[in-house]
Nanobody, 115 residues
Framework: QVQLVESGGGLVQAGGSLRLSCAAS????????MGWYRQAPGKERELVAA???????NYADSVKGRFTISRDNAKNTVYLQMNSLKPDDTAVYYC?????????WGKGTLVTVSS
């Protein structure tokens, strides 16, 4: 069974940085497409950034130039480096794994950006 565990969330001032990590439990990580989504209070969950199994990346327009997604297949881990954080980035951030026709979600980690 796939298990995703996010970490790295917390409280940060506007302009600061955080790095989120998502550890996957199985070796199928290598063939998985991975993504970070977020959901702010009262809003729908949205894609923040994604990286395919081959390393291609895409980002939401709102985070381009500020956030970087990366993966370490040896550690079964995907990262989200978040710089120049804004209060609008406040949300619960979820890790997503898509592999072999199935999708899995982590429980989320809260990021709060104070102004």
């Amino acid at each position: 069974q796939v298990q995703l565990v996010e970490s790295g969330g917390g409280l940060v001032q506007a302009g600061g940085s955080l790095r989120l990590s998502c550890a996957a439990s199985r070796s199928i990580f290598r063939i998985s497409d991975m993504g970070w989504y977020r959901q702010a209070p009262g809003k729908e969950r949205e894609l923040v950034a994604a990286v395919t199994s081959s390393g291609s990346t895409n980002y939401a327009d709102s985070v381009k130039g500020r956030f970087t997604i990366s993966r370490d297949n040896a550690k079964n881990t995907v990262y989200l480096q978040m710089n120049s954080l804004k209060p609008d980035d406040t949300a619960v951030y979820y890790c997503n794994q898509a592999v072999l026709g199935s999708t899995y979600w982590g429980k989320g980690t809260l990021v709060t950006v104070s102004s």
